[in-house]
């Protein structure tokens, strides 16, 4: 059971229902009192997470359609624009222009781009998104849309350069952030660069490495520890804040 909840953990980007067994997923995150941002990579994935978050307090069923699964999905957007009004939830969503997936990535710009657009539209989405070697052209996106005037978008695992910190800091983005991602150079700077109120902290379950990062959903001692030793503050100080962003975000 949870203590005190000003300091429960942060995870505010895993995929709970790839875990080995998700029920257990999303029972250890509600225990623990977890602010949990539980994201999908399929429209058809978000109804059986949605209602298992319903059982819980603590966790939140995301709707997505991963940019690595556009080639063999994109027939499931019009489950997306059936299913966003339903939900102040998004992700994961984005680009990725690595080199497995480049061949779809015309088709991923107009999926995140009618994604974003239609959340820019509707309004009040927390939005999780994906930037691999994309962060200029998601950054794009958000702004050309709208998407940082009317929704709060959060980048998972980023890693832009300085200026595309600095450019995304002043759209009002988020950044979540992991232990293996902060062990690298790009993200000790971006730990320099983001005021402390725009960050949260993520795992990304269950895919960071196993000797460079925690698998475990809620798992975010880590990167707690490292962001406090960038701010020069004590862990409790950034649970508290993290934990206070993440409320602001999940409206309680």
Request: charged share 25%.
């Amino acid at each position: 059971m949870v203590g005190d909840e000003s300091t429960a953990p942060v995870d505010f980007h895993c995929h709970l229902d790839l875990c080995p067994d998700m029920r257990a997923a999303f029972d250890r995150c509600d225990r623990a009192g977890c602010i949990t941002l539980a994201v999908t990579t399929t429209p058809k994935a978000f109804g059986r997470n949605r209602a298992m978050a319903a059982t819980t307090r603590h966790v939140h069923a995301a709707l997505g359609l991963h940019p690595q699964l556009v080639a063999q999905r994109a027939g499931e957007f019009a489950l997306f624009e059936e299913a966003a009004p339903s939900t102040r939830f998004i992700g994961e969503l984005g680009l990725d222009a690595g080199r497995r997936f480049y061949a779809s990535f015309a088709l991923q710009v107009q999926v995140f781009e009618r994604a974003m657009t239609m959340c820019a539209r509707l309004g009040d989405k927390v939005i999780s998104i994906h930037s691999v070697r994309t962060a200029k052209q998601v950054l794009d996106i958000i702004e050309r849309t709208g998407a940082h005037r009317t929704c709060m978008p959060v980048l998972h695992w980023f890693t832009g350069s300085g200026p595309d910190v600095r450019r995304a800091i002043d759209l009002g983005c988020y950044f979540s952030v992991n232990e293996q991602m902060l062990k690298a150079p790009r993200g000790r700077s971006l730990l320099e660069a983001v005021p402390l109120a725009r960050l949260l902290t993520e795992t990304d379950a269950p895919f960071q490495s196993e000797n460079d990062g925690a698998r475990a959903p809620g798992d975010v001692d880590g990167a707690v520890r490292l962001i406090a030793e960038s701010h020069r503050k004590r862990a409790e100080e950034i649970r508290t804040s993290i934990r206070e962003t993440a409320r602001v975000l999940v409206g309680k």
